[in-house]
């Protein structure tokens, strides 16, 4: 007995369980169905199949048989061949067009791509976009790492938009610099650091990520 036919065999158990407690007063129709994850329709469906049929009303009768869209492997083995043969190289849309327009295949893109791939004649493309940043834990000591961020602050009522230029410690949240100046650069990235080493000593190794963004990150192990 495979697993589909015992999974089918539990689904009939608690199928007459449930009509038990339904024949009862204990469930509602719709209650009934909902324990079994069907509709109030569908639960009067398969009643009516039990009472007439017994268990037996109840059996998929789908179970052991081959699905009629189900493409034969000849088939399979004639796509496969077909690219090997004439299309290798040819991109995945290139080829299901081909198939459809010269050869009258009407099967889908994911399905050509998918066969086209479990066989290793197409690679498999890597997903596009930035990878989902997991979220990191703090440093444990205070001074290991510093963050320096610029901003615009035009929310300073009479007075031109500036860039605020702060310094932060990773583990504690502790800001140690903050600075207004009319365009972040060099001279205000060095400038916060400044203040931080005269407060806190010199970093042993620092480090800062390049880039065009206006954010930093400094490794910053302080020494006294």
Known sequence: MNRTTLLQDRRMEKFEEILKRWHHGELSGAEAGEFLGYSERQFRRYRRRYEED??????????GKASTRRIAVDEVMWMLDQYESHNAGWNVAH????LQLSHG???SYSWVKTKL???????RLRRRGTPHRLKRERKPCEGMML????SRAA??????ALDLVVTMDDATSTLYSALLVEEQGTASTFRGLLEVFDAKGLPL???TNP???????FVCPMIS
């Open 54 to 63: 017994g268990l037996d009303g109840l059996i998929d009768r789908r179970l």
């Open 95 to 98: 080829f299901h067009e081909h």
């Open 105 to 107: 295949r009407p099967w």
């Open 117 to 123: 791939q479990a066989a290793d004649l197409v690679p």
């Open 147 to 150: 963050h320096q961020d610029g």
């Open 155 to 160: 929310w300073l009522a009479g007075r031109p």
């Open 205 to 207: 190794s620092p480090a």
């Open 211 to 217: 880039g065009k963004s206006s954010s930093a990150t």
